[in-house]
């Protein structure tokens, strides 16, 4: 989280419902064709924080 | 004038002083009760996930739901509390500082969360300059507020 290098990635937002006073939908992380749903703007910061700074990710490492 | 103020109180009070807040960004510092040292925050994000790894460390609120990752597999591990407190059972004997005091140089915000459910939070926003309070169930409508009163300020359209 504190490393300084610059890491950048594409996503895509679907936002299907706006319950709750706040999103639900779908984010995609185009450079991995990876999706995940997020319940919440929270969740999807999240994820695409998470996809921005874990160090190794696998590439297709399972199937739909 | 601070009667408000004064009456404001959780054992999982966290003070936002915004010291900065121009062009989208978001800068100041963090203050709770339980340590006299503030934490630094720079942007947005950074604030609410050093408020977020607050809750965690305190265990409070309790989060009702598990973290969720593009790795569809991930096996879940539950956060290892070996040593560590909740924040309710310990906050009685924890020795206490006092931060309603403690301002921002654009503005003050004490936030009062109540609950994390949903995947997000619910709770009570109060700006010290309006002495108004403000609830929330969600950090977008929780940052959405901090936004809107910071704009009243600059005098900018909400």
């Not at chain 1, 319950?19 to 450079?31: H, I, M, R, S």
């Not at chain 2, 997000?120 to 169930?137: L, M, S």
Request: with cysteine; charged share 35%; glycine share 4%.
């Amino acid at each position: 989280m504190d490393s300084k290098e610059i890491r950048n990635g594409t996503f895509i937002v679907q936002v299907k419902y706006t319950e709750n006073e706040t999103w639900q939908g779908k984010v995609t992380w185009a450079e991995k064709n990876k999706s995940q749903y997020f319940r919440s703007a929270l969740e999807m910061l999240k994820l695409m924080d998470k996809a921005l700074t874990e160090e190794d990710f696998p590439d297709e490492e399972e199937e739909e | 004038m601070e009667n408000q103020l004064e009456r404001l109180y959780a054992i999982d009070l966290l003070g936002i002083l915004v010291h900065k807040y121009q062009d989208g960004q978001l800068e100041g510092e963090i203050i709770h009760q339980y340590k006299e040292e503030s934490t630094p925050f720079f942007g947005v994000l950074d604030l609410i996930k050093k408020m977020e790894f607050q809750y965690d460390e305190w265990d409070y609120p309790q989060t009702s739901t598990r973290d969720r990752s593009f790795r569809k597999r991930e096996k879940y591990s539950y956060p290892n509390r070996k040593g560590k407190k909740r924040l309710p059972d310990e906050a009685g004997t924890l020795e206490k500082f006092p931060i309603i005091q403690k301002r921002g140089k654009v503005s003050t915000f004490f936030i009062h969360t109540k609950y994390r459910q949903n995947a997000t939070w619910q709770g009570d926003i109060f700006r010290v300059e309006e002495e108004a309070c403000f609830p929330f169930k969600s950090v977008l409508r929780m940052l959405q507020i901090m936004d809107r009163e910071m704009r009243k300020d600059q005098g900018k359209d909400a």
